[in-house]
């Protein structure tokens, strides 16, 4: 089974716009898990301009699914991490201004540090994801340093999809197969839609979890939040019609 972690930062945005606390993150993030999401996903950033560190205490007594936290491992998000103690935590090489994400680690030039990082989470009992692209010794590294999982960054996969999905989606199901081959977990996550998230589950059957926000969140402004989760669920082949 692929888990659907759904990411609620846009609704944090959306709610940021106004201030004020209308959309509710935790009643909306409580709402999804019961419409069917197997997990939560926050990614405060530093000036907090979407989730808020405050969202994810608040969240975390409150959820009843997996609870994945990612972000920069700078000394405020590791403390947050050791306070929290999610299931998961996603370490994500992005700078304090950055839009998005749009990269993964470059595991040899962070060799170290990522080491070092990811024993302290596991000394904390969670989880380690690290943000990776395609890069086969990218992912024999992230073995070797330690991580759980990886989570791929899919956008490339996603931009190229119309035009050639299998050529879009063989980069990713190479380096899933070598991920799964030395024993990480295979995470995904960055882009992915209604459009194309069926196809990478069928190319890639062992995948761990997605983590969607931007998209599902788009999509819901038109089928609603149920039954857009529903419609993710049934890409991944996790209900059936």
Same mark, same amino acid.
Do not use: M, Q, W
């Given at each position: 089974m692929t888990k659907l972690s759904v990411n609620v930062n846009k609704i @944090?945005? +959306?709610?940021?716009?106004?201030g004020g606390n209308t959309p509710n993150v935790l009643e909306l993030s409580l709402l999804i898990e019961g419409w069917g999401a197997d997990g939560i996903t926050v990614h405060p950033r530093p000036d907090e301009r979407h989730i808020r560190y405050q969202d994810v205490r608040d969240l975390k007594p409150r959820l009843r699914t997996e609870f994945n936290i990612e972000g920069n491992p700078i000394p405020e998000f590791m403390a947050l991490i050791e306070e929290i103690r999610p299931a998961q935590a996603t370490l994500v090489p992005d700078g304090p201004t950055q839009l998005t994400s749009d990269s993964g680690w470059d595991v040899a030039a962070h060799a170290d540090f990522l080491r070092s990082t990811i024993e302290q989470l596991h000394a904390w009992g969670v989880? @380690?994801?690290?943000? *990776?692209?395609?890069? +086969?010794? !990218?992912?024999? +590294?992230?073995?070797?340093?330690? @991580?759980?999982?990886?989570? +791929? /960054?899919?956008?490339?996969?996603?931009?190229? /999809?119309a035009a050639d999905r299998a050529a879009a989606v063989a980069p990713f199901v190479r380096a899933a197969e070598l991920a799964h081959e030395l024993g990480l977990g295979i995470n995904a996550g960055h882009d992915?839609? %209604?459009? !194309?998230?069926? /196809? %990478? =589950?069928?190319?890639?059957?062992? %995948?761990?979890? *997605?983590?969607?926000? =931007?998209?599902?969140?788009?999509?819901? %402004?038109?089928l609603g939040l149920p039954e857009t989760i529903r419609r993710y669920q049934l890409g991944l082949g996790n209900i059936s019609e």
């Open positions: @944090a945005t +959306l709610r940021n716009a106004r989880r @380690a994801s690290i943000f *990776v692209g395609t890069e +086969l010794d !990218n992912i024999r +590294l992230a073995k070797e340093v330690g @991580a759980d999982r990886i989570e +791929l /960054y899919t956008e490339p996969y996603a931009s190229a /999809y992915l839609s %209604l459009e !194309n998230i069926a /196809y %990478l =589950h069928e190319c890639i059957p062992y %995948l761990d979890e *997605v983590s969607i926000g =931007h998209a599902l969140i788009s999509e819901a %402004l038109i």
